[in-house]
């Protein structure tokens, strides 16, 4: 994770592109998003590919004015917040990690609170926003409508208390197959593992050993899981663990359920992860 600079402009359009669905940039009520870059107000992080360096998503907030607002406007004193991410680097917890590294670049800037629009079917993301303290203030459309979610930067950062981590053992994989696949009975053989479907593919999480040879995976993540459950409307709970580890540039997979987060982190990475996580005052066992 790093600051955006000038020269990240380019790649901020492209993220753009795969924000808004693929939305042609010509659009005015898309362009006004990037138009201009480098106005006051403008800030964005940049998240990068731990093992090349390739840049993999980012993040952005600018000031959007009354005459001209953003889809999830709020009021001109609070930036509205566009992320993209690669497509092949989706699923990975680029937006997870992306998402406090900016709430902090905002409170680093004097902002007391950020906003953004999403489409309400999308689940993944409105738990996303949710988990980070984002709540709805508004809805618009018919059929399937968008949610203006807003967060206030003012209150405390993560949960009220130390949160409770364990270091799993075992090694794990992400894999990736064609979206019409089935899900393949080596995926579900084990006491954990994660399956999720979109259009675009089928994800599964398992232990390494599981995975043939000729599936696209990527090993070697270490689980740490949060000790929950924690109520849906606790706000800060994976920012807390996301947020340090993104400071300190340790790359994260993570993972939600109905009770609790699961944390992936590359072996090479996790004496650091705990390290910092402690740091913080979390307890990992």
Not at 8 to 16: A, E
Request: charged content about 25%; some cysteine; glycine content about 10%.
């Amino acid at each position: 994770m790093r600051p955006g600079t000038p020269e990240d402009l380019d790649f901020l359009w492209k993220m753009l592109y795969e924000a808004s669905g693929h939305t042609e940039l010509s659009d005015p009520a898309i362009a006004f998003y990037l138009e201009g870059w480098g106005r006051p107000g403008d800030a964005a992080v940049v998240a990068l590919d731990p093992d090349d360096g390739h840049r993999v998503g980012a993040a952005w907030f600018r000031l959007m004015p009354s005459q001209k607002p953003g889809y999830g406007f709020v009021d001109p004193s609070t930036p509205e917040v566009a992320i993209g991410v690669v497509p092949e680097a989706r699923g990975r917890g680029v937006g997870g990690a992306l998402l406090p590294a900016l709430m902090d670049l905002a409170r680093s800037r004097g902002f007391g609170a950020l906003s953004l629009s999403v489409r309400q079917e999308n689940t993944a993301a409105v738990r996303l926003y949710e988990r980070n303290g984002f709540v709805k203030v508004s809805e618009a459309g018919l059929g399937k409508p968008s949610w203006t979610m807003k967060a206030d930067l003012s209150r405390d950062e993560g949960p009220s208390s130390p949160l409770t981590l364990k270091k799993l053992d075992g090694r794990m994989a992400v894999c990736r197959l064609d979206p019409s696949s089935e899900v393949p009975g080596w995926a579900t053989e084990a006491a954990l593992f994660s399956v999720m479907r979109t259009p675009d593919e089928l994800s599964v999480v398992c232990p390494e050993g599981n995975v043939p040879v000729r599936v696209r995976s990527e090993a070697g993540w270490r689980v740490l899981a949060l000790e929950g459950p924690f109520e849906f409307s606790a706000v800060g709970v994976l920012a807390s663990v996301a947020s340090p580890l993104a400071e300190a540039g340790v790359s994260i997979f993570a993972l939600s359920t109905y009770d609790t987060d699961y944390v992936l982190v590359k072996e090479e990475g996790v004496d650091r992860a705990v390290s910092v996580l402690r740091e913080r005052g979390h307890e990992v066992l």
